[in-house]
Protein backbone atom coordinates (compact mmCIF):
# COMPACT_ATOMS: atom_id res chain seq x y z
CA UNK A 1 0.00 0.00 0.00
CA UNK A 2 1.80 3.18 -0.91
CA UNK A 3 1.08 5.50 2.26
CA UNK A 4 3.62 8.09 0.63
CA UNK A 5 7.18 9.15 2.22
CA UNK A 6 7.39 8.47 5.96
CA UNK A 7 7.46 12.17 7.67
CA UNK A 8 9.60 11.01 10.65
CA UNK A 9 13.15 11.19 11.09
CA UNK A 10 14.39 7.97 10.97
CA UNK A 11 18.25 8.30 13.23
CA UNK A 12 19.28 5.91 15.57
CA UNK A 13 20.96 8.60 17.68
CA UNK A 14 17.29 10.14 18.08
CA UNK A 15 15.88 6.65 18.62
CA UNK A 16 18.91 6.27 21.49
CA UNK A 17 17.60 9.61 22.60
CA UNK A 18 14.04 8.68 23.39
CA UNK A 19 14.79 5.10 25.09
CA UNK A 20 16.67 7.37 27.33
CA UNK A 21 14.51 10.28 27.80
CA UNK A 22 11.50 7.49 27.66
CA UNK A 23 13.01 6.07 31.03
CA UNK A 24 12.89 8.95 32.85
CA UNK A 25 9.71 9.93 31.79
CA UNK A 26 6.82 7.40 30.39
CA UNK A 27 5.33 9.45 27.27
CA UNK A 28 3.00 6.49 26.52
CA UNK A 29 3.80 6.13 22.66
CA UNK A 30 2.73 2.87 22.73
CA UNK A 31 -0.67 3.74 23.08
CA UNK A 32 -0.57 6.13 20.02
CA UNK A 33 1.32 3.28 18.40
CA UNK A 34 -1.33 1.22 19.25
CA UNK A 35 -4.24 3.43 17.43
CA UNK A 36 -2.66 3.78 14.44
CA UNK A 37 -2.15 0.16 13.87
CA UNK A 38 -5.56 -0.10 14.82
CA UNK A 39 -6.72 2.49 12.28
CA UNK A 40 -4.88 0.18 8.94
CA UNK A 41 -6.59 -3.18 10.30
CA UNK A 42 -10.45 -1.14 10.80
CA UNK A 43 -9.67 0.03 6.86
CA UNK A 44 -8.46 -3.65 6.20
CA UNK A 45 -11.45 -5.40 7.88
CA UNK A 46 -14.04 -2.93 6.01
CA UNK A 47 -12.59 -3.67 2.59
CA UNK A 48 -12.52 -7.48 3.59
CA UNK A 49 -16.52 -7.54 4.36
CA UNK A 50 -16.97 -4.84 1.00
CA UNK A 51 -15.19 -7.66 -0.78
CA UNK A 52 -17.27 -10.60 0.34
CA UNK A 53 -20.36 -8.45 0.00
CA UNK A 54 -19.38 -8.01 -3.72
CA UNK A 55 -18.69 -11.45 -4.11
CA UNK A 56 -21.77 -12.52 -2.62
CA UNK A 57 -23.54 -10.89 -5.05
CA UNK A 58 -22.14 -11.36 -8.62
CA UNK A 59 -20.55 -14.96 -8.44
CA UNK A 60 -22.89 -18.05 -8.45
CA UNK A 61 -24.01 -19.44 -5.21
CA UNK A 62 -22.96 -22.59 -4.80
CA UNK A 63 -24.86 -25.38 -2.34
CA UNK A 64 -23.36 -26.34 1.47
CA UNK A 65 -21.67 -29.73 -0.06
CA UNK A 66 -19.35 -28.31 -2.58
CA UNK A 67 -18.84 -25.02 -1.06
CA UNK A 68 -17.48 -27.37 1.55
CA UNK A 69 -15.36 -28.80 -1.07
CA UNK A 70 -14.07 -25.67 -2.66
CA UNK A 71 -13.26 -24.27 1.34
CA UNK A 72 -11.44 -26.94 1.30
CA UNK A 73 -9.14 -26.48 -2.24
CA UNK A 74 -8.81 -22.79 -0.61
CA UNK A 75 -7.37 -24.04 2.41
CA UNK A 76 -4.61 -26.35 1.01
CA UNK A 77 -4.07 -24.41 -2.05
CA UNK A 78 -2.59 -21.30 1.38
CA UNK A 79 -1.00 -24.10 3.29
CA UNK A 80 0.71 -24.79 -0.14
CA UNK A 81 1.45 -21.03 -0.60
CA UNK A 82 2.32 -20.51 2.77
CA UNK A 83 4.98 -23.37 2.93
CA UNK A 84 6.36 -22.30 -0.50
CA UNK A 85 7.49 -18.72 0.42
CA UNK A 86 8.88 -19.51 3.88
CA UNK A 87 10.88 -22.44 2.35
CA UNK A 88 11.98 -19.66 -0.25
CA UNK A 89 12.80 -17.49 2.51
CA UNK A 90 14.77 -20.34 4.19
CA UNK A 91 16.56 -21.29 1.15
CA UNK A 92 18.06 -17.36 0.10
CA UNK A 93 19.06 -17.43 4.26
CA UNK A 94 21.00 -20.58 3.83
CA UNK A 95 19.25 -22.91 5.34
CA UNK A 96 19.14 -25.53 3.08
CA UNK A 97 17.99 -28.11 5.02
CA UNK A 98 14.87 -26.47 6.41
CA UNK A 99 14.11 -25.35 2.76
CA UNK A 100 14.28 -29.51 1.45
CA UNK A 101 11.74 -30.20 4.18
CA UNK A 102 8.86 -28.10 3.50
CA UNK A 103 9.15 -28.46 0.08
CA UNK A 104 8.49 -32.08 0.77
CA UNK A 105 5.48 -31.20 2.99
CA UNK A 106 4.41 -29.39 -0.24
CA UNK A 107 4.91 -31.97 -2.58
CA UNK A 108 2.05 -34.09 -0.06
CA UNK A 109 -0.49 -30.73 0.11
CA UNK A 110 0.21 -31.09 -3.64
CA UNK A 111 -1.12 -34.22 -3.72
CA UNK A 112 -4.60 -33.85 -1.35
CA UNK A 113 -4.85 -30.49 -3.58
CA UNK A 114 -5.19 -32.86 -6.55
CA UNK A 115 -7.90 -35.20 -5.08
CA UNK A 116 -9.53 -32.15 -3.24
CA UNK A 117 -10.48 -30.76 -6.79
CA UNK A 118 -11.05 -33.85 -8.40
CA UNK A 119 -14.04 -34.17 -5.81
CA UNK A 120 -15.01 -30.40 -5.99
CA UNK A 121 -15.22 -31.08 -9.92
CA UNK A 122 -17.05 -33.89 -9.54
CA UNK A 123 -19.30 -32.15 -7.55
CA UNK A 124 -20.69 -29.55 -10.06
CA UNK A 125 -21.69 -29.44 -13.84
CA UNK A 126 -18.21 -28.78 -15.99
CA UNK A 127 -19.85 -25.19 -17.06
CA UNK A 128 -20.03 -23.83 -12.98
CA UNK A 129 -16.01 -25.32 -12.46
CA UNK A 130 -14.95 -23.16 -15.16
CA UNK A 131 -16.64 -20.02 -13.68
CA UNK A 132 -13.29 -18.23 -11.35
CA UNK A 133 -14.29 -18.97 -8.02
CA UNK A 134 -12.79 -16.45 -5.79
CA UNK A 135 -11.75 -15.86 -2.00
CA UNK A 136 -11.00 -13.31 0.33
CA UNK A 137 -7.73 -13.40 2.22
CA UNK A 138 -9.20 -12.71 6.09
CA UNK A 139 -5.63 -11.23 6.43
CA UNK A 140 -4.83 -8.23 3.78
CA UNK A 141 -8.21 -8.02 1.89
CA UNK A 142 -6.86 -9.24 -1.72
CA UNK A 143 -8.50 -11.91 -3.87
CA UNK A 144 -7.58 -15.24 -4.24
CA UNK A 145 -8.80 -17.93 -7.17
CA UNK A 146 -9.34 -21.09 -6.89
CA UNK A 147 -7.35 -21.62 -9.78
CA UNK A 148 -4.88 -20.24 -8.80
CA UNK A 149 -1.48 -21.61 -8.97
CA UNK A 150 1.12 -22.67 -6.70
CA UNK A 151 3.45 -19.41 -7.96
CA UNK A 152 0.73 -17.50 -7.83
CA UNK A 153 0.01 -18.19 -4.23
CA UNK A 154 3.99 -18.11 -2.97
CA UNK A 155 3.75 -14.46 -4.16
CA UNK A 156 0.82 -13.54 -2.22
CA UNK A 157 1.84 -15.20 0.68
CA UNK A 158 5.50 -14.40 0.47
CA UNK A 159 4.56 -10.88 -0.54
CA UNK A 160 5.51 -7.28 1.16
CA UNK A 161 1.53 -6.58 2.05
CA UNK A 162 0.39 -10.27 3.43
CA UNK A 163 3.37 -10.28 5.70
CA UNK A 164 3.22 -6.38 6.49
CA UNK A 165 -0.17 -6.94 7.78
CA UNK A 166 0.58 -10.42 9.48
CA UNK A 167 3.47 -7.73 11.26
CA UNK A 168 1.10 -5.18 12.12
CA UNK A 169 -2.29 -7.74 13.17
CA UNK A 170 0.81 -9.62 15.76
CA UNK A 171 2.09 -6.02 17.01
CA UNK A 172 -1.47 -5.03 17.52
CA UNK A 173 -2.39 -7.97 19.42
CA UNK A 174 0.80 -7.87 21.86
CA UNK A 175 -0.74 -3.74 22.22
CA UNK A 176 -3.81 -4.62 23.15
CA UNK A 177 -2.84 -7.24 25.66
CA UNK A 178 -2.07 -4.35 28.00
CA UNK A 179 -4.06 -1.35 26.64
CA UNK A 180 -6.44 -1.16 29.32
CA UNK A 181 -3.70 -0.99 32.02
CA UNK A 182 -2.01 1.59 30.04
CA UNK A 183 -4.52 3.54 29.83
CA UNK A 184 -5.26 3.91 33.18
CA UNK A 185 -1.75 4.79 33.61
CA UNK A 186 -1.71 7.37 31.18
CA UNK A 187 -4.88 9.16 32.55
CA UNK A 188 -3.43 8.96 36.41
CA UNK A 189 -0.26 10.75 34.68
CA UNK A 190 -2.55 13.94 33.02
CA UNK A 191 -4.21 14.31 36.88
CA UNK A 192 -1.39 13.80 38.55
CA UNK A 193 0.87 15.71 37.26
CA UNK A 194 1.58 19.29 35.66
CA UNK A 195 0.55 19.54 31.97
CA UNK A 196 2.74 22.45 31.03
CA UNK A 197 5.74 20.43 32.31
CA UNK A 198 8.01 19.11 29.72
CA UNK A 199 5.47 20.03 26.82
CA UNK A 200 2.24 19.05 28.35
CA UNK A 201 0.98 22.30 27.89
CA UNK A 202 -2.03 22.24 26.54
CA UNK A 203 -2.53 19.16 25.34
CA UNK A 204 -5.79 17.12 26.44
CA UNK A 205 -6.37 13.54 26.59
CA UNK A 206 -8.57 11.77 23.59
CA UNK A 207 -8.71 8.22 24.16
CA UNK A 208 -11.61 8.25 21.53
CA UNK A 209 -9.37 10.03 18.59
CA UNK A 210 -7.39 7.17 16.61
CA UNK A 211 -4.06 8.56 15.63
CA UNK A 212 -4.40 11.64 17.47
CA UNK A 213 -1.20 12.94 17.06
CA UNK A 214 -0.45 11.90 13.84
CA UNK A 215 -3.85 13.19 12.63
CA UNK A 216 -3.40 16.62 14.32
CA UNK A 217 0.11 16.64 12.20
CA UNK A 218 -1.40 16.16 9.01
CA UNK A 219 -3.81 18.77 9.62
CA UNK A 220 -2.05 21.29 10.54
CA UNK A 221 0.51 20.51 7.39
CA UNK A 222 -2.78 20.84 5.17
CA UNK A 223 -3.57 23.95 6.79
CA UNK A 224 -0.77 25.32 6.03
CA UNK A 225 -0.31 24.00 2.62
CA UNK A 226 -3.87 25.16 2.43
CA UNK A 227 -2.48 28.86 3.51
CA UNK A 228 0.71 29.07 1.69
CA UNK A 229 -1.73 27.97 -1.78
CA UNK A 230 -4.22 30.68 -0.88
CA UNK A 231 -1.74 33.49 -0.35
CA UNK A 232 0.44 32.41 -3.25
CA UNK A 233 -3.16 33.08 -5.13
CA UNK A 234 -3.48 36.14 -3.47
CA UNK A 235 -0.09 37.31 -4.48
CA UNK A 236 -0.81 36.12 -8.22
CA UNK A 237 -3.81 38.30 -8.02
CA UNK A 238 -2.18 41.23 -6.96
CA UNK A 239 0.50 41.03 -9.36
CA UNK A 240 -1.89 40.21 -12.39
CA UNK A 241 -3.95 43.56 -11.34
CA UNK A 242 -0.55 45.65 -11.08
CA UNK A 243 0.18 44.67 -14.22
CA UNK A 244 -3.01 45.51 -15.78
CA UNK A 245 -2.59 48.88 -14.47
CA UNK A 246 0.53 49.62 -15.30
CA UNK A 247 -0.76 48.68 -18.90
CA UNK A 248 -3.42 50.35 -18.95
CA UNK A 249 -1.74 53.30 -17.54
CA UNK A 250 1.06 53.06 -20.47
CA UNK A 251 -1.53 52.81 -23.04
CA UNK A 252 -3.35 56.05 -21.65
CA UNK A 253 0.05 58.10 -22.10
CA UNK A 254 0.25 56.85 -25.34
CA UNK A 255 -3.42 57.79 -26.37
CA UNK A 256 -2.81 61.24 -25.01
CA UNK A 257 0.48 61.59 -26.29
CA UNK A 258 -1.08 60.71 -30.19
CA UNK A 259 -3.44 63.53 -29.61
CA UNK A 260 -1.20 66.18 -28.41
CA UNK A 261 0.99 64.89 -31.58
CA UNK A 262 -2.42 65.40 -33.53
CA UNK A 263 -3.65 68.89 -31.96
CA UNK A 264 -0.15 69.89 -32.79
CA UNK A 265 -0.24 69.43 -36.62
CA UNK A 266 -3.40 70.63 -37.05
CA UNK A 267 -2.41 74.00 -35.68
CA UNK A 268 0.00 74.35 -37.87
CA UNK A 269 -1.70 73.26 -40.87
CA UNK A 270 -4.25 75.89 -39.77
CA UNK A 271 -1.69 78.38 -39.60
CA UNK A 272 0.32 77.47 -42.84
CA UNK A 273 -3.47 78.49 -44.62
CA UNK A 274 -3.86 81.49 -42.93
CA UNK A 275 -0.60 82.67 -44.10
Not at 220 to 244: A, G, I, L, T, V
Request: charge should be positive; hydrophobic fraction near 25%; proline fraction near 1%.
Amino acid sequence: MDLGECPKIHDLALRADFENAQKSKDHFYDLDAMEHLQAFISDCDRRTEAAKQRLAETQEELSAEVAVKANSVHELQEQIGQKLAKAEQLGAEGFVDESMKLMEEVDDLRKKKLEAEQEYRNSMPASSYQQQKLRVCEVCSAYLGIHDNDRRLADHFGGKLHLGFIKIREKLMDLEKTADKRKDERKKAFKDKDRDDEGFSGRRYREHYVGGRELDRRSRRHRSKSRERRDNRDKERKDRDKDRERRRSRSKSRDRSRRSHRSGSSDKKRDRERE
